[in-house]
């Protein structure tokens, strides 16, 4: 089957995009092949006078590049990989510039126009498609994107995305959407000059856009002679600032850990100074090094391949059909359950809000409200989106309330007893058939499940803070847990757009058994006298969006310390953490309790952090010799990395693809890196098992390495590929 096909029709030529089998078209080297050829076509065709490119899916355009392209191209010449991928990509060059030259001379006659019509999403190549196109209609569809996400996975565009979004916009306005990979709805689109029209019917204005297109209209700005780089060229006075800014920016936002942002940049400033044609050789020579990156792979197979594998339903169990929310009991109003609920009523489910008092449940819908407020002020909702979530979600103090309901989360306070008792409480009120979910951070699953008696019915749901913003869920099979049960959490996570990984009940299953030791070695290195500015760099340089001390303060001291003390009362003689509750309960006694009592690790002015709180020093004196920047980095790395692969051999991780999704999305694990068994590749395993053991015999056993990690350094083998 053809991914393109050709009609004609008084004159004009549509070409439709339609992929076999994918909801939304994706594009390949043999789909642009066929395109090229209906293109060839349509130009020498005397009886056609223009073409429109189209989708023939209704609602999107494309979706991006297929992937397995890109692999496809590194594999095609094993002993040279780097001509194999710019040779390629060079191919897509030439095929777009065929169509943006569309037959014309090098005096610009001769040439057929071709307009884009886009019925809806438009991402990656389908956009830097539309770029080469002459003109760029859109339907006014609110919830269509438009944009060039690539940044995100560790790319950029490179089929001339770069080059030309920047000879339309300028250094300056391309900025947003090639370093921050900005996503706008057609509207805004158009009023940034991403495209050119907004129509009804976008196909039947393209063709006719196409039918009365004057010759001046087909040739490109900087195909003109005397073509000069909107806001300047990198020697021009104005353009000068704009890409020293640019320069500045990108390494203080990435800290130097993200090579394809840094490779954008020389590519949009290499190319700034040539001529278009030799500025898109320049982007293919960037690309194809950014492709050779191992951060590049890592970053794609991650937060591209297996965190769609998830949210298609990797890991479901198999036979159980699917499994929709009618009707979701909330318990608990706070702000993990007044979130739950909020994003639950946007995905359209109807909700019951319970909390002990009317003042506390009306409080959590609130939220709800205040969240949709602030959507309208930004214009991604609209007055009756934000009455029909309202609608849908009723605040009360009755569990009759929540009769009907099939699904019920808990999001109580993290005490035993009081889960319990709501627990009980509320499956009085609802069927047997109900599957029953605790939303906890620490306590096992399995027994929280004795409160209920239908186990098989009961799953773990670990939400991230805040709910409406953070894409992780851990889905949590205690002892007892039925695949039903499962597979409901599972297809719930999805409708409400989240990303979920299934683990294994264990004390802090997969994230928090993570993050936790990260917390802990960064106040672990406090209290030893080292530079409080420098755990927190080293760390940021590292690749991690918080430093350890500043992530203890959002999240609050107060809450570490009843971890703390619950961990301690479980664990007994086990329990090795001492020495960072001194540091805790020190900051406790001094009444600096985090962000939200105006003062932890930080200062705070109007709820501001203003910096380190000049008071640690006098508190845990620094100490004469400070360690290497590396040093601090690879304690406060190897503490989760390792904590991780010990996740693995316990079986609270099905597998490393969890692993790694689980640890970029929840607790932002370098996401330059893949995530902790992406990095351990990447270093090598002899190299990691004997990193790590030289830091426990420095630091202690928390860093003793693995089995898993030692049998792989023995026998060369990988957590990815052999």
């Not at 498609?129 to 565009?157: D, M, Q, S, T, Y």
């Not at 130097?256 to 700034?272: D, I, Q």
């Amino acid at each position: 089957m053809s991914d393109f096909s050709a009609s004609t029709e008084g004159g004009v030529c549509t070409i439709a995009w339609d992929t076999p089998g994918k909801s939304m078209n994706v594009m390949s080297l043999e789909a642009l092949s066929e395109l090229d050829a209906l293109v060839g076509a349509a130009l020498e065709d005397a009886g056609i006078r223009g073409i429109v490119i189209t989708s023939a899916k209704p609602g999107s355009f494309a979706g991006g590049m297929d992937l397995k392209t890109l692999a496809a191209m590194r594999e095609a010449t094993r002993d040279d990989p780097a001509r194999s991928i710019f040779e390629g990509i060079m191919g897509l060059h030439a095929g777009l510039r065929r169509i943006e030259r569309a037959g014309m001379d090098a005096a610009h006659k001769g040439g057929k126009p071709i307009a884009c019509a886009l019925p809806g999403t438009t991402l990656g190549i389908g956009y830097e498609l539309a770029l080469a196109c002459h003109r760029i209609f859109a339907a006014p569809n609110p919830e269509a994107k438009i944009g060039l996400p690539e940044i995100k996975v560790g790319l950029f565009p490179g089929a001339g995305g770069s080059t030309r979004l920047v000879r339309r916009l300028g250094a300056m306005g391309a900025a947003p959407y090639l370093l921050e990979g900005q996503l706008l709805s057609p509207e805004k689109a158009r009023s940034a000059g991403l495209i050119d029209e907004i129509a009804e019917d976008p196909l039947e204005a393209a063709r006719a856009w196409v039918l009365q297109a004057a010759p001046e209209d087909l040739v490109k700005p900087w195909d003109r002679e005397g073509f000069k780089l909107p806001g300047g060229g990198p020697y021009h006075p104005a353009g000068f600032m704009t890409f020293l800014g640019a320069s500045a920016m990108v390494n203080g936002k990435t800290k130097g850990v993200y090579p394809a942002a840094k490779a954008l940049l020389s590519a949009v400033y290499e190319g700034a100074q040539v001529p278009f044609d030799t500025a898109l050789r320049i982007e293919a020579r960037w690309f194809t090094h950014i492709m050779l990156d191992p951060s590049s792979s890592a970053m794609i197979r991650t937060l591209f391949v297996g965190k769609e594998a998830l949210e298609k339903g990797a890991g479901r169990p198999e036979g159980v059909p699917p499994q929709s929310v009618k009707k979701l009991g909330v318990l608990g109003a706070g702000m993990m359950g007044a979130g739950i609920a909020l994003v639950a009523a946007q995905a359209g489910v109807p909700v019951v809000l319970i909390d002990r008092t009317q003042e506390a449940a009306d409080k959590g819908r609130a939220h709800a409200e205040a969240y949709l407020d602030e959507g309208m002020r930004r214009g991604k909702t609209s007055p009756e989106q934000k009455q029909a979530v309202l609608d849908r979600l009723t605040a009360s103090t009755e569990f009759d309330a929540l009769a009907g309901c099939d699904m019920i989360i808990e999001a109580v306070f993290e005490d035993p007893e009081v889960k319990a008792e709501v627990t009980r409480k509320a499956l009085r009120h609802v069927p047997e058939s109900c599957i029953f979910a605790t939303n906890t951070s620490s306590l096992p699953v399995s027994k929280l499940a004795e409160a209920s008696l239908m186990p098989e019915n009961f799953v773990g749901l670990h939400f991230f803070s805040p709910v409406e913003k953070m894409l992780l869920v851990e889905v949590i099979k205690g002892a007892r847990t039925g695949p039903r049960a499962v597979a409901k959490a599972l297809d719930f996570a999805r409708l409400i757009r989240k990303t979920p990984i299934v683990v294994n009940d264990a004390r802090f299953f997969y994230a928090n058994r993570c993050i936790i030791p990260y917390l802990n070695e960064g106040m672990r290195l406090l209290r030893e006298g080292v530079a409080p500015a420098l755990i927190e760099n080293a760390a940021k340089l590292a690749g991690m969006p918080l430093g350890p001390l500043q992530l203890v303060d959002e999240t609050s001291i107060e809450l570490g310390l009843k971890i703390a003390r619950a961990s301690r009362a479980a664990m007994g003689d086990a329990y090795r953490d001492a020495d960072v509750d001194e540091v805790l309960e020190r900051m406790a006694e001094l009444g600096r309790l985090g962000r939200k009592a105006g003062a932890g690790f930080y200062s705070y002015e109007g709820g501001r952090r203003r910096g380190l709180w000049e008071g640690l020093a006098e508190t845990w004196p620094q100490a004469e010799t400070q360690p290497e920047v590396l040093e601090v980095q690879h304690r406060l790395l190897f503490v989760q990395a390792l904590e991780a692969v010990r996740a693995l051999e316990r079986h609270v991780l099905p597998g490393v693809r969890e692993g790694d999704v689980g640890a970029v999305l929840g607790w932002g694990f370098a996401p330059w890196s893949g995530g902790p068994f992406s990095w351990l590749d990447m270093l090598g395993a002899p190299y990691a098992a004997e990193r790590a053991t030289e830091l426990a015999e420095r630091h202690g056993r928390r860093f003793a390495c693995p089995e898993t990690l030692t049998e792989m350094a023995r026998t060369g083998r990988r957590f990815y590929g052999p």
